[in-house]
C-alpha cells in the first residue's frame, strides 16, 4: 500500500532577500509588456533559483484564448522548458505582480518552487478587477469546504476502470525515477 508522501513546511520570511526588488522589478516589467504588445496581459513573473532567471512571462489568456495562461504559469513553463526537466524549477523563487491564484499557487508546489514573491494581494486585484473575474479570495475559501457544498459539485465515477490505468503509469514512472535533471 502507497502512503501519501510527506508534505513539505512551509516556511515564512518577513525578511526580504536582497534581490528581492530587482527580480520584482523584473516581473513589474514583464507585466508591462504583457499590456504594451496589446494582450492584456497585465500580471508578470519569474522564477529565479541561486541567481540565474529560469522562467518569465507575462498572462497570456487572451492573446492565447487559454484560461489557463496566468503570468505565472507562464514562467512556470517557461522555466521548465529552459531547464529541460519537470524538476529543473526545484528550490527556486517565483516573483508575481500579483498574488498566485489556487491554480497558479498549486502549479508552484508541483513544481517544487520554495517561495513565492508577490506585489498585489487578492484584495487588490479584486477591488480593481472583479468584474473581468479577479476573485481569488472566493476561490480560496470555496476550496476550504467539503466537495459537496462547492460552487462547483463533483462526483466519483467509474473508479475500477481508471485505477488499473494510473496502477500502469506508477509501475513505468517507478523505473524512470531514478533519472532527474542533469
Request: aromatic content about 6%; overall charge negative; some cysteine.
Amino acid at each position: 500500500m502507497r502512503t501519501s508522501p510527506p508534505r513539505r513546511k512551509a516556511t515564512f520570511q518577513s525578511e526580504t532577500e536582497p534581490e528581492d526588488q530587482e527580480y520584482m522589478r523584473l516581473a513589474i516589467e514583464w507585466s508591462k509588456k504583457g499590456m504594451e504588445n496589446g494582450n492584456l496581459g497585465p500580471i508578470g513573473a519569474v522564477v529565479v533559483r541561486d541567481g540565474q532567471v529560469l522562467g518569465q512571462g507575462h498572462n497570456r489568456c487572451q492573446a492565447d484564448l487559454d484560461i489557463t495562461a496566468h503570468g505565472e504559469m507562464v514562467a512556470i513553463r517557461d522555466g521548465i522548458k529552459n531547464t529541460g526537466c519537470l524538476e529543473g524549477l526545484q528550490g527556486a523563487t517565483l516573483y508575481t505582480t500579483a498574488q498566485p491564484c489556487p491554480m497558479c499557487y498549486t502549479a508552484c508546489h508541483w513544481a517544487g518552487i520554495k517561495r513565492i514573491v508577490y506585489s498585489l494581494s487578492c484584495q487588490d486585484t479584486y477591488a480593481i478587477g472583479a468584474e473581468f473575474g479577479f476573485n481569488d479570495a472566493a476561490l480560496y475559501e470555496d476550496l476550504q469546504r467539503p466537495e459537496q457544498h462547492r460552487a462547483i459539485p463533483q462526483q466519483q465515477l467509474l473508479r475500477e476502470e481508471a485505477l488499473p490505468v494510473l496502477l500502469h503509469w506508477s509501475r513505468e514512472a517507478s523505473l524512470v525515477a531514478g533519472r532527474r535533471c542533469p
